[in-house]
C-alpha cells in the first residue's frame, strides 16, 4: 500500500492545524502480527513522511505506539488510545493520522467519542484514503459509517472463527488438552494411556471416592498409601514424557468433574459472563454451567473409566459437600449426629448445631437461627440434641437390622478389593523400578571400558536406578507390614455373627463419629422438626432415601415447670399431698413412681422441688421430714422488700439468676446481717422495670453489660503521678 500523493497540502489544513501536533498512532492486534506482519508495522510508522509533506514539521509529529499487541475491541487497557484521547482534549492535536480506521478503534462507543472530541477541538482525522474534519456534516456520516464497518469486520472474523471451531467440536475433532489418564494416537482418536499403572490409579481414585465420599479424605488416603499419579507432559520439548506426581487438591477436583472419565465429549463446559469479566484479563469472566447448557456433548466417543451416571453422582456428591446454609455438606468432627439432616418445621430452613461446655460436659443444641441472623427476629425453634439423636439411632438401627448381614459382607468385599488395588499398585512401581535398573544395566554394558568418560555416568545412573528399586521394595516391605493381614474364615464367621448385633457395632469404640453420620446420609434424605416454644413435645418426621416417611412424637427437656405438659397433674397432686398433710418427701415419692418428672428431666423429684412448687401456688407443707411442724415462712413482700424467693417467683424466674442480678448491681439489694437472707429492694416501677428486663434476650442484656463497664472504664479519671 503506498501514500498517494494528491493528499499534501489538503485544502482541510488550516494554520491552526499546523501549529499543533501530528500524531501517528500506530498498533497491531497480536504479538504474532509484530513478528510475521511488519511490513503493516512499516507502512503505519512511514505516516511520519506523509505528515511531513503534509506540511507539518518533523518535530512537530508525535507517534503513539503503546498499544502494540493489544486488540481494538475496547479501549480498555490500551494506554496509547488513552493518551490519544487525553491529547485532544486538551487541544494539543492538529491532525490524527492512521493506516485505517480500524487501527484507531473497533468499537463505535471509542469511536464515536474520540469524534466527539475532534469535532469539539476542531481535529482532523487522515487516513490513506483523505482526511476528513468530525465538524463536517458529511465527513462525520462518511467517519461514523467507517467506524461501523470496522466494527461488523471484527464481528463477522470472530463468529467466523468461532462458528468453525464449533463444527469441528461437534463431530469431536477439536484438539483439547488430555487429561491424566487419556493421549492422543498417531491418527488424532483419544485413546487410554497405555500405561496399566496410570489406569490403575484413576480407577482407585474414582472407586474410593465413591467410598469415603469426601475430596478431602480421598486426598488423605492417597497421601497416606503414598499413591502417585502418572502425567504426561504436553510441551513439545517434553514429547508426552511420563512423570510420577504427588496427588494434590485442584487436580483431584478437576479429575472428578473432567466429564471425559465418563467417556463424553464436552464443549463449552466454561463460558464467558461479560458481567463478571475484568479489564485486561482475558481469562477471567468464565463461569461453570450445568450439562444442559454445554455447546457439545457427545457420549460414548472415548473409552470410559465411569459411567456418566456415575460422574453425575460425583459433580452432585461435591456439590452437596459445599459449606453453604442451603445444603447439608460433608459430615464433621462434632457429636451432632443429626448435623446437615435436620430441617426446621416452622420456616422449612436448614437447622445448624451449637455446642455449649459443660461441667459434665460439651451440651448439644439444635436450633433454627435464619430469622436471628437475617432479620434480627427471635429463634424458630431449638432443641437438646441428645433425645432426638437416641430416637432417630433407634429407628436408623432398627430399619438396617434385616440388611446387617448383607451389609457386613460388602464391607468386607470391599477391604479385599482394596487391597487388591494397592497391592496392583505397588507391583507396578516394582515392575517400573526394575526395567529401569535394567535399562541402565544394559546402557553400562554396551559402551567400550575404555571410554571412561561415558562408562563413569553411566555407571553412576546404574547405581542410582538399583539405588531407586531397593528403596522401593524396603518401602513395599514396610506397606506389607503396617497392612492388615487378610480375614480368615473363622474370622469371617465371626463377623457375619456379630453383623446380627447391629447397636453394639454401632456403639463401638472403632466406630468413629464420621462413620455414623455417613450412614446416616446414606439411609436418611432429611428429618423434619417443629414444636411449640412452652411445650416440651416436639414432633420428628424422617425422610427416608427409599420415599418412606417414619413420624413420632418426642418428650423434650425443657427450661420451666409451666412448660412441661403434666404440669397440672403435678400442680394436682401437691395440692392434695397439702390438704392431706402429708410431707414433701411423701408427695416426691408419689410423683416419681407415676412417671412424673422434672423439666430437666435429667433428675427425679425431691423435697426441696415439691416445696419450692408448693410454694409458687401458695401453699406450704405443715410437716417436714421427720414429721414434726414447719415453721411457716416470711412473706414474700414487705413495703417495697422482697425476698429473694417471693419476687424470683413473681417474676417466674430461677432464684439463683436473681442472686446473679443483685451481685451484678442490676437490683438493688442487701444482707442486714451476715448469714441472714438476703433482702430485695423493688416498688411497683421497678418490678415493671425488672419483668421487662427478664423479657429481652440474654445476648441484649450481655451486650448491655460490656457496654456499660467500657463506658464507665473509659469515663473514669486518670490518677496523675505526683510523685517527685
Not at 589 to 598: C, I, S, T, V
Not at 710 to 716: E, F, G, H, P
Amino acid at each position: 500500500m503506498t501514500v498517494p500523493t494528491d493528499l499534501r497540502r489538503h485544502h482541510k489544513i488550516e494554520v491552526n492545524h499546523l501549529d499543533r501536533l501530528a500524531i501517528v498512532y500506530v498498533r497491531q492486534s497480536t504479538l504474532a502480527q509484530l513478528q510475521h506482519h511488519q511490513e503493516s508495522t512499516r507502512l503505519q510508522y512511514a505516516l511520519v513522511h506523509h505528515a511531513a509533506n503534509l506540511g507539518w514539521d518533523p518535530e512537530r509529529v508525535l507517534v503513539i505506539d503503546d498499544d502494540q499487541g493489544k486488540s481494538g475491541t475496547t479501549a480498555t487497557g490500551r494506554p496509547g488510545f488513552t493518551r490519544l484521547v487525553t491529547e485532544v482534549s486538551l487541544g494539543h492535536v492538529g491532525l490524527i493520522l492512521g493506516i485505517e480506521m480500524s487501527r484507531l478503534a473497533r468499537s463505535n462507543r471509542d469511536w464515536h467519542h474520540l469524534l466527539e472530541v475532534c469535532a469539539l477541538f476542531q481535529t482532523l482525522i487522515g487516513d490513506a484514503d483523505g482526511i476528513y474534519s468530525p465538524a463536517d456534516y458529511n465527513d462525520r456520516l462518511l467517519l461514523g459509517l467507517k467506524g461501523t464497518m470496522s466494527e461488523a469486520e471484527l464481528h463477522i472474523l470472530k463468529n467466523r472463527m468461532h462458528q468453525g471451531k464449533l463444527n469441528k467440536a461437534r463431530r469431536g475433532a477439536l484438539g483439547t488438552p488430555m487429561p491424566t489418564g487419556y493421549i492422543r494416537d498417531a491418527y488424532g482418536q483419544i485413546q487410554m494411556d497405555p500405561d496399566e499403572q496410570v489406569q490403575q490409579v484413576i480407577r482407585l481414585i474414582f472407586r474410593k471416592f465413591e467410598e469415603l465420599g469426601t475430596l478431602h479424605a480421598l486426598l488423605q488416603y492417597l497421601v497416606e498409601a503414598r499413591i502417585q499419579l502418572g502425567v504426561r507432559s504436553r510441551t513439545r520439548a517434553g514429547g508426552g514424557l511420563l512423570t510420577w506426581r504427588r496427588p494434590n487438591r485442584m487436580t483431584l477436583q478437576n479429575l472428578l468433574h473432567n466429564p471425559m472419565y465418563a467417556g463424553v465429549y464436552a464443549y463449552g463446559r466454561r463460558q464467558v459472563d461479560p458481567r463478571k469479566k475484568l479489564a485486561g484479563r482475558s481469562s477471567t469472566g468464565r463461569v461453570t454451567l450445568p450439562p444442559d447448557q454445554w455447546h457439545v456433548l457427545l457420549k460414548d466417543h472415548v473409552p470410559a473409566y465411569i459411567s456418566w451416571d456415575q460422574y453425575q453422582e460425583h459433580v452432585a456428591r461435591m456439590g452437596a459437600n459445599r459449606n453453604v446454609a442451603s445444603l447439608s455438606g460433608a459430615p464433621k468432627r462434632g457429636t451432632g449426629l443429626l448435623s446437615g439432616l435436620l430441617i426446621c418445621g416452622h420456616c422449612g430452613h436448614r437447622m445448624v448445631v451449637s455446642y455449649q461446655t459443660m461441667p459434665t460436659g460439651s451440651a448439644l443444641r439444635y436450633s433454627c437461627i435464619r430469622q436471628v441472623t437475617d432479620y434480627a427476629g427471635p429463634s424458630c425453634f431449638s432443641c437438646t440434641g441428645t433425645t432426638v439423636d437416641s430416637w432417630v439411632v433407634t429407628q436408623l438401627l432398627d430399619a438396617l437390622t434385616p440388611a446387617s448381614v448383607a451389609l457386613s459382607l460388602e464391607a468386607q468385599s470391599t477391604l479385599n478389593r482394596d487391597r487388591e488395588a494397592l497391592d496392583q499398585h505397588w507391583h507396578a512401581r516394582l515392575e517400573r523400578a526394575h526395567y529401569d535398573a535394567d535399562r541402565a544395566a544394559r546402557q553400562y554394558q554396551g559402551v567400550e571400558p575404555e571410554h571412561r568418560l561415558v562408562a563413569r555416568s553411566l555407571e553412576r545412573a546404574w547405581e542410582q536406578a538399583l539405588e531407586a528399586e531397593r528403596t522401593l521394595k524396603e518401602e513395599y516391605e514396610r506397606h506389607l507390614h503396617l497392612q492388615p493381614r487378610q480375614l480368615t474364615m473363622d474370622e469371617i464367621l465371626q463377623v457375619q455373627s456379630l453383623s446380627t448385633a447391629l447397636p453394639a457395632l454401632w456403639s463401638a469404640s472403632t466406630t468413629t463419629l464420621q462413620d455414623r453420620k455417613e450412614i446416616l446420609r446414606l439411609v436418611i434424605k432429611q428429618i423434619t422438626l417443629w414444636g411449640t416454644a412452652n411445650n416440651e413435645r416436639m414432633e420428628v418426621r424422617i425422610e427416608w432415601q427409599g420415599q418412606h416417611v417414619t413420624e413420632g412424637q418426642l418428650i423434650r427437656p425443657v427450661a420451666r415447670l409451666d412448660q412441661v405438659s403434666t404440669y397440672a397433674e403435678v400442680c394436682q397432686r401437691v395440692k392434695a399431698g397439702v390438704a392431706q398433710k402429708r410431707t414433701a418427701l411423701d408427695v416426691a415419692d408419689e410423683l416419681n413412681a407415676a412417671g412424673l418428672r422434672p423439666p430437666k428431666r435429667r433428675t427425679t423429684w425431691n423435697t426441696a422441688q415439691v416445696r419450692d412448687l408448693a410454694q409458687r401456688l401458695g401453699l406450704q407443707f405443715s410437716q417436714g421430714r421427720d414429721g414434726r411442724a414447719v415453721r411457716p415462712r416470711r412473706p414474700p413482700r414487705t413495703g417495697d422488700w422482697w425476698t429473694l424467693d417471693g419476687l424470683a417467683q413473681a417474676l417466674k424466674m430461677p432464684v439463683v439468676t436473681l442472686y446473679t442480678w443483685v451481685r451484678r448491681e442490676i437490683v438493688k439489694g442487701e444482707q442486714p446481717k451476715p448469714g441472714q437472707p438476703w433482702r430485695v429492694w423493688a416498688d411497683d416501677a421497678e418490678v415493671q422495670r425488672l419483668h421487662d428486663l427478664r423479657a429481652e434476650p440474654a445476648s441484649v442484656r450481655e451486650h448491655r453489660r460490656w457496654v456499660n463497664k467500657a463506658t464507665s472504664m473509659l469515663n473514669k479519671p486518670e490518677v496523675q503521678d505526683v510523685s517527685p
